[in-house]
């Protein structure tokens, strides 16, 4: 079974950058399609970012410029890193990992097997 590990969150100032990874365990992270995702106090769990098996990448309008996710393959490890971090980017960050998606079900939760425990990042001077 799957299992990821997310680390890298904290507090940083807005305008600083941040790079998030994700640990993987139980399968190997350039054949799996893996997405961040991002939930703020009283608001909805939302994409941020994803990079498909096939490398292909997606990323949400909100952080387009911003956000660069990767993977390393001898680390076993995915990364998101952001860049000219804003308040408005302040949320618990998830990873999630799914085997054989589309590129339609990319920025969907429900299309993703495993989940991370979250890492918090907060904007802020």
């Known amino acids: 079974q799957v299992q990821l590990v997310e680390s890298g969150g904290g507090l940083v100032q807005p305008g600083d950058s941040l790079r998030l990874a994700c640990a993987v365990s139980?399968?190997?992270?350039?054949?799996?399609?893996m997405a961040w995702f991002r939930q703020a106090p009283g608001k909805e769990r939302e994409f941020a970012a994803a990079?498909?098996?096939?490398?292909?990448?997606y990323t949400a309008d909100s952080v387009k410029g911003r956000f660069t996710v990767s993977r390393d393959r001898g680390k076993n490890t995915g990364y998101l890193q952001m860049r000219s971090l804003k308040p408005e980017d302040s949320a618990v960050y998830y990873c999630?990992?799914?085997?054989?998606?589309?590129?339609?079900?990319?920025?969907?939760?429900?299309?993703?097997?495993?989940w991370g425990q979250g890492t918090q990042v907060t904007v802020s001077s």
């Open positions: 990079i498909k098996w096939d490398g292909g990448q």
């Open positions: 139980g399968g190997t992270v350039s054949r799996l399609s």
């Open positions: 999630a990992t799914g085997s054989g998606l589309i590129a339609s079900s990319m920025r969907t939760a429900s299309a993703y097997e495993n």
